[in-house]
């Protein structure tokens, strides 16, 4: 199929004030976006604005909620304290200093990603990796930490801000090849971020290819987290470098490695559009499988129409769908943030929309501490209203899949607001992980 090319332009806070399509908006209404915009990450570019979101259905189109900053997604002390500040032309300096104050507030680094998945080679750290699970080791490159738009509600924001000490990269030649050559339990590699997909395909075949030489021939897959898919498939179809990411792409699975491109989708309008069309035919053609998953996040996907209508289009897309997770505890949570059982009725409603193919979804998970814990459903057992939970991916991989239960919570939105069921005092992993952590701070 021919395409129409397009170069990425991108958007930042300074925009909000003149972008033509927020002339709706009264100009307090923009300087509040702007000043949300000053402590969250954004940005957005030209296919999202001209292409995704269907502007006579703002400010509720779920893509408008997914990339625009709102309000309500500050405390209001907050808010009126950066209105302020803008309204006042504040230096740049000065409001730097406020915003960052603010962010540290905002829980930047939940589920001590930073103090315990980072591991060491010849006792020293090893930079912009993470290795929490047996078998799977995370890579960050260090050019590939920012995405062709931002999420209102990421999770991984604190880099893209310049909260310089909380980041976590690796560079391109970094002993991360020498940690994997040690580990030869470890069969997945997965390049994250931001989006690595960001990166020239010269930037991204500087990690991958490497991989395909016999000495990491214990490394089966590879797994690339990706956003572009929605936010830029201009990536693979015109960009100047797409034939050559396909070809690299072809390369590792004709050198029969597993490719596993984890697609992030939040709603089904992100697969509607030709270009995200082709750009997924033609990942396809190269022997790539996609994977995709997201977030449930309330404003933007918080039915269960919308994601069983999204897993459909995805197989027949032939995509195969794979985590529905629930919102972490960061950023702007309480604007986006919903309740577990609320997460799993969505989860359960939708699931049985959608034939067995569409069933591959798994969740929804939190990914927490231990490990990432799905809620199975809501049961009455012995006369107890109980939460079933259980392992999907465990610090301790005995842990996997063995049911255990909480007290029913209707409020609660993290594992951390739940109590074990039938009158015990711990979950049955809990003596375990303190021994886990603690050896890992030795
Ligand atoms: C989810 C996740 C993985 C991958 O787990 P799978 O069950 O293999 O998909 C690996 N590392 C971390 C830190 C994760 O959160
Ligand atoms: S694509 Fe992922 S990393 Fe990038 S802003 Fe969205 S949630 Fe964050």
Not at 358 to 380: C, F, N, Q, W, Y
Request: glycine share 4%; charged share 25%; net charge neutral.
């Amino acid at each position: 199929m021919n395409m129409q090319s397009k170069k990425i332009k991108f958007y930042q806070a300074k925009d909000i004030k003149n972008l033509e399509q927020l002339s709706k908006f009264s100009f307090k209404e923009r300087l509040q976006m702007q000043a949300v915009a000053s402590v969250l990450p954004f940005r957005t570019n030209n296919y999202v604005i001209e292409e995704l979101i269907d502007w006579n259905n703002v400010p509720d189109d779920p893509i408008f909620r997914l990339t625009f900053t709102h309000p309500e997604m500050l405390p209001s002390q907050e808010l009126n304290y950066v209105y302020q500040l803008l309204e006042e032309n504040t230096p740049q300096k000065e409001l730097r200093e406020a915003v960052n104050q603010i962010r540290r507030r905002l829980n930047p680094h939940p589920a001590g990603q930073k103090q315990y998945n980072v591991p060491t080679f010849n006792g020293e750290p090893v930079p912009g990796i993470q290795h929490k699970y047996r078998e799977t080791v995370l890579i960050f490159p260090t050019a590939g930490q920012t995405c062709h738009a931002y999420c209102t509600f990421c999770f991984r924001w604190p880099q893209f801000v310049g909260l310089d000490d909380l980041t976590f990269a690796t560079r391109e030649s970094g002993i991360f090849q020498q940690y994997l050559q040690q580990h030869q339990e470890v069969t997945d590699v997965l390049l994250t971020g931001g989006d690595p997909m960001t990166m020239k395909t010269k930037q991204i075949a500087l990690y991958i290819e490497p991989l395909l030489e016999p000495e990491f021939d214990h490394i089966q897959t590879i797994r690339i987290g990706t956003k572009s898919l929605a936010y830029w498939p201009y990536r693979y179809v015109t960009d100047p470098d797409a034939d050559d990411l396909l070809r690299l792409l072809e390369k590792v699975v004709q050198r029969g490695k597993h490719l596993a491109i984890m697609g992030h989708y939040e709603h089904w309008k992100e697969l509607d559009t030709p270009i995200a069309q082709e750009a997924i035919r033609r990942i396809r053609s190269t022997g790539a499988q996609i994977r995709t998953q997201a977030p449930v996040i309330r404003h933007i996907n918080d039915s269960a129409e919308t994601w069983a209508k999204m897993w459909q289009m995805q197989v027949n897309l032939g995509c195969i769908p794979y985590y529905m997770f629930v919102e972490r505890q960061t950023g702007a949570k309480e604007y986006f943030e919903i309740s577990l059982v609320r997460t799993w009725e969505i989860y359960q409603q939708a699931i049985q929309q959608v034939s067995g193919l569409g069933r591959t979804a798994r969740g929804p998970v939190m990914s927490a501490l231990p490990g990432k814990v799905a809620i199975d459903g809501v049961a009455e057992i012995a006369g107890e209203k109980v939460f079933a939970l259980s392992f999907l991916q465990a610090r301790e991989p005995d842990w996997c899949k063995r049911p255990f239960f909480a007290q029913f919570n209707a409020d609660a939105t993290w594992l951390s607001d739940l109590q074990p069921a039938f009158g015990q005092d711990k979950f049955f992993y809990e003596s375990q992980l303190e021994e886990i952590l603690t050896n890992k701070m030795l």
